[in-house]
């Protein structure tokens, strides 16, 4: 299957368990990878045939507006929902980067839905 990937993309989304966590938005990267065919797109070069990356992108970047998560199992999951029926690939998978423990890297989940 064929796949588009939108890798790493910077958001801030008021999630964490704490009150005082989810108080103020912070900085989250998250990994979307979606199956769509291609074959259409690829014989007609046309937009309309394939998934916009561009206007997902962009539905991410706004996603948390005005929505709080204690999650980021619960995001994950709210995301790969939303790309499944706004976008209409045939499966999604979502990781979400979160950077709460400075030992660590980050921490992140990752979860895969399909039609």
């Known amino acids: 299957m064929d796949t588009i990937t939108i ?3 910077e958001v801030f989304y008021c999630i964490g368990v704490p009150d ?3 108080a103020k938005p912070q900085r989250l990267l998250l990994t979307v990878v979606m199956e769509h065919d291609f074959h259409t797109a690829a014989t007609e070069d046309e937009l309309s045939d394939t998934i916009d990356y561009f206007a997902v992108s962009q539905r991410l970047l706004k996603f948390g507006d005005g929505v709080h998560w204690r999650l980021i199992e619960t995001l994950a999951v709210d995301i790969a929902e939303m790309v499944l029926e706004e976008f ?3 499966s999604v998978t979502v990781e979400v980067k979160k950077f709460i423990i400075p030992q660590a890297q980050h921490i992140s989940v990752r979860v895969a839905r399909s039609k």
Do not use: F, M, T
Request: net charge negative; proline share 11%; hydrophobic share 10%.
């Open 88 to 90: 209409g690939p045939r």
């Open 20 to 22: 005082e966590e989810r």
């Open 7 to 9: 890798s790493d993309l």
